[in-house]
């Protein structure tokens, strides 16, 4: 009996100390049958690195091992053959002829649901939210015991505790707005210090597990399921770009080369346009690409080939897991531009239907073209495989459309200069377009809280080309909150959280001007969904003249008529001046009203507004 105690006593020890001695397994699991035939396994422990792997299953074999140089890593590359079959196998790390640490790893069987990862086009309106500022479904994880920050409403620019099942429980808002498709702030853990306020997700601390204060891998898997069945599709937002200070790599270099040096890069200059401009200093490059965001935000050096194919292999493990439809990659323009390619080629060779979306914030069409995929004439050679941009061009023109007295470059003539340039994108249709987002002034406060100049924005955004994007709050006519910090782009939607005295979500807990914005705005984007001129068509528009712009959106069976008139008064307008469209058509129905204008003549639109007609033969 003693001796078996012994052994009993000395097995445990054995278990604890492999448990122990392993801190991180990435990725956590795999899949047979997948698009990509290499894995490669980072493991992190104390004193593993000089270990020997080891392992027998059919499938799968070891074509190398890479040592770091931190004596705390090891990375394992394998090769996966067409017979891989789904289970589960033992790895041992080997000392000599002893094992000194084993595990168990999981290869699981590949989806084969056709309703998932199915990208995103110019027929969707993409729904933007940030989970901390949309819903609390679940306060019991506001505070998670061990995590640096708890929920602190109180503070508009700390966390607050909404999550992803506060998102779930409210899908049914987003569909009857006519939101097809839903774009979540990142959701990894952030588990940073409450100084810096990590609440918006883009500091993670750990790229394969989402923040126990949205909820958990599980439930974002779920959430993205739910989703699908209701006939909207999810685009994760991901950062290659950097990663949160308190992230374990930090407490632990895994080499000298993982990161940017912030002694001597500093913070970047934020001047992404450095990376296109052919006349660029190599000191304004360096600065852009190895500076860091600001001093908590550590700035990856995707040149270091493990890290590169780290992050490649975690962004195809979270389509694979989740079955997410789309990617928005933040700081687009900062990270090395070979790297990027690499990984968008790798993402979507392995995800045919998939869509990619760039944020690139720069400041003119040329410099915001340059990042989109097939460009004609790019004398630089470089080519982004990057299918979709953030087309920062169209928000800064209506920005001034609206609000600037009218002129031969003022006003709505921004508009008409922005378009004309369409011809530097490959496919302008993929941009994705918008009027706000979480780090923008709010529509509705840009343009003076006038909800005609608001309705104006918003319908331009439904019915020129791309594919538009709202952001939360946007329904309401929210306006920038009088706080200081960017908390007070991102305020709470009422009715959210247990405790608030009314609930946006409904129809009686709206106020009249929010009841107004809410069904202009359903109407317009529903009405949107079964346009295929809109969708699709080719644009034609006309010069602005008399603080006017009038705009096409046309196929050869249907068209779309868009008036818009920023003036004070109605403005009449020449039926012959638009005869290359029109003489097709002998009626036009307001898309809002429901009125119906005679186009076999001049015709009138009444004022501060922008009118959509749906042309009929």
Known sequence: MRFLLILAACLYSFSSQSQNQLQHIDPPFWWNDMPVSTLQLMLHGEDIGNFIPEFNYDGISISEVTRLDNPNYLVISMTLSETLQPGTFEIKLKEGKKTRIKFDYEIRKRSSDSNRNLGFNSSDVIYL??????????TANDSVEGMLESANRANPNARHGGDIKGVSDHLDYIKELGMTAVWLTPTFENDMKPSYGAYHGYAATDLYKIDRRFGSNEEFQSFVQKCHDNGIKVIMDMIHNHVGDQHWWLKDLPTDDWFHDFEKYGTTNFRGEVQSDPHASQYDLDKL??????????????????????????????????????????????????????????????????????????????????????????????????????????????????????????????????????????????????????????????????????????????????????????????????VEGDGRKRVDMMGGWPRDERSVFTEDGRSATEQVAFEYVKKITNWRKNSSA???????????????????????????????????????????????????????INVISGNTIDINSDFQVGPKQTAVFELKK
Not at 129 to 138: H, I, K, Q, V, Y
């Open 129 to 138: 939210l940030m989970p901390d500022r949309f819903a609390n479904g679940n």
């Open 289 to 482: 690409q190895k500076g860091w965001f600001v001093p908590e935000l550590a700035d990856l050096d995707q040149r270091n080939p493990i890290l590169a194919e780290y992050l490649i292999q975690n962004s195809i493990w979270w389509i694979e897991y989740s079955g997410v439809d789309g990617i928005r990659m933040d700081t687009y323009v900062y990270p090395y531009k070979e790297y990027l390619s690499r990984w968008v080629e790798a993402v979507t060779s392995s995800y045919p239907n998939f869509n990619i979306v760039g944020e690139a914030w720069v400041e003119r069409v040329a410099h915001e073209s340059y990042w989109q995929q097939d460009i004609p004439g790019q004398n630089d050679g470089y080519d982004s495989k990057l299918p979709s941009v953030t087309d920062f061009q169209i928000m800064f023109a209506l920005d001034r459309a609206m609000v600037d007295n009218f002129g031969w470059k003022n006003g709505l003539s921004e508009l008409y200069y922005a378009i004309s340039q369409d011809r530097l994108y490959s496919d302008p249709n993929q941009n994705v377009i918008f009027i706000d987002n979480h780090d923008i002034e709010r529509f509705y406060t840009k343009v003076g809280e006038d909800a005609d100049l608001f309705k104006m924005g918003y319908a331009y955004l439904m019915t020129t080309r791309g594919i538009p994007q709202v952001y939360y709050g946007t329904e309401l006519m929210l306006a920038n909150a009088p």
């Open 534 to 588: 809109v969708h699709n068509g080719k644009l034609t528009h006309f010069i602005p003249e008399d603080n006017t712009y009038v705009y096409f959106r046309h196929t050869e069976s249907e068209a779309v008529m868009v008036v818009m008139n920023r003036n004070e008064e109605s403005k009449t307008f020449k039926r012959d001046r638009f005869a290359e469209i029109l003489d097709s058509y002998n009626s036009g």
